[in-house]
């Protein structure tokens, strides 16, 4: 089966774009968020080449051949399978938070108290999404 490439989305060209100003924003920060810097900057510019190829990569293909990776997209199946991989993803990330709290505990408050937000944040998130979806159903 020949591996085709879909369409990138709106949302994926914002999100490179605006990695970029976030890296230059932490370029005169202090020494422990420089890293911010290289990973929006670089994170930015790496992703629209990325997007980039995969247009370019899009672009190449032919009708029949767009037609039937858009009927993919939108295959139940295959979308059900996301949803899966990200609610598997978004638990490991949480948890990575909090394990990173946890060792964080140790060195610096400051880190400790944003890992902890930024995991009761999402588990809210997560929750709202939840009862939202339920109630929508």
């Known amino acids: 089966m020949k591996k085709r490439c879909r ?9 490179c774009l605006l990695l970029i100003p976030v890296g230059v924003f932490f370029s005169n920060a202090a020494h422990y968020v420089e890293a911010f810097s290289c990973i929006g900057v670089g994170g930015g510019i790496g992703g629209l080449i990325g997007l980039s190829w995969r247009l370019h990569s899009y672009n190449k293909l032919s009708p029949q051949q767009k037609r039937e990776v858009e009927l993919e997209e939108r295959d139940e199946r295959n979308i059900v399978i ?3 991989a990200g609610n598997i993803t978004w638990k490991v990330l949480i948890a990575g938070l909090f394990v990173t709290a946890l060792i964080a505990s140790q060195f610096d408050f400051t880190i400790t108290l944003v890992c902890y937000a930024l995991a009761l944040a999402g588990l809210m998130v997560n ?4 009862l939202w979806l339920k109630n929508k159903m």
């Open 82 to 84: 996301r949803e899966k």
């Open 127 to 130: 929750i709202a999404a939840e």
């Open 7 to 15: 369409k990138p989305t709106a949302a994926e060209w914002i999100f």
